[in-house]
């Protein structure tokens, strides 16, 4: 069974930053790419970045340059540096894969399985 499990939210004033965790469970972490997304109040589902095994990380336009994807797979675990925080990041965030069947789609892009979340609070 897979699990996915962030942590490392809170709360911050603009300016500055977190790191965002996401062990996973239940599938060859390694062989896998690993996205992360929030969701801002108010708003859907947004894609930030992805980390794939044979691929450079990518991300999102809006956090290019102030975030940072990376992974751990002796941990299966992958991570999200964010810097320079402004109130417009403020959202859950979510770490997802696509593993089997894919279960919910963020604009054209579909996904297998997401964790509970980790809110990130940006405020003065």
């Known amino acids: 069974e897979v699990h996915l499990v962030e942590s490392g939210g809170g709360l911050v004033q603009p300016g500055g930053s977190l790191t965002l965790s996401c062990t996973a469970s239940?599938?060859?972490?390694?062989?896998?790419?690993m996205y992360w997304l929030r969701q801002r109040p108010g708003k859907g589902l947004e894609w930030v970045s992805t980390i794939s095994p044979n691929r450079p990380p990518a991300y999102a336009d809006s956090v290019k340059g102030r975030f940072t994807i990376s992974r751990d797979n002796a941990k299966a675990t992958v991570y999200l540096q964010l810097n320079s925080l402004n109130f417009e990041d403020t959202a859950m965030y979510y770490c997802?894969?696509?593993?089997?069947?894919?279960?919910?789609?963020?604009?054209?892009?579909?996904?297998?399985?997401r964790g509970q979340g980790t809110q990130v609070t940006v405020s003065s």
């Open positions: 239940g599938f060859k972490f390694s062989a896998y790419a």
């Open positions: 997802a894969t696509v593993f089997g069947p894919t279960t919910f789609c963020v604009g054209a892009d579909c996904y297998s399985f």
